[in-house]
């Protein structure tokens, strides 16, 4: 069956950085795009940034633009999420999520989704 499984979260101070990973299994990891979202209790699911199935294109939120880079591991079937200068307003569950139709920058595209991952910053 399909697994998203992220990992790599846990509680830093604020400028430090994390590297989050997603290890994807029960599907053609190549025929989908790969993006990440996080969630605070009571708002809604925010887009972060995906990247396509190849690998060739990317697309950022304004938000993390600057601080956050996407990459997959095709070898692997994995795809990372490196955070830097992280602040505390990125405190958030963060979720992977795959795509069929392509880079998308709402969750409505997604076909699966992993059970996310907790990134907590202190200041």
């Known amino acids: 069956q399909v697994q998203l499984v992220e990992s790599g979260g846990g509680l830093v101070q604020a400028g430090n950085s994390l590297r989050l990973s997603c290890a994807a299994s029960g599907f053609t990891f190549s025929a989908y795009a790969m993006g990440w979202f996080r969630q605070v209790p009571g708002k809604e699911r925010e887009f972060l940034v995906a990247i396509s199935g190849s690998g060739g294109g990317t697309y950022y939120a304004d938000s993390v633009r600057d601080r956050f880079t996407i990459s997959r591991d095709k070898a692997k079937n994995a795809v990372a999420l490196q955070t830097n200068s992280l602040k505390p307003e990125d405190t958030a569950l963060y979720y992977c999520?795959?795509?069929?139709?392509?880079?998308?920058?709402?969750?409505?595209?997604?076909?699966?989704w992993g059970q996310g991952t907790q990134v907590t910053v202190s200041s």
């Open positions: 999520a795959a795509s069929s139709v392509g880079v998308a920058g709402t969750s409505d595209y997604y076909d699966y």
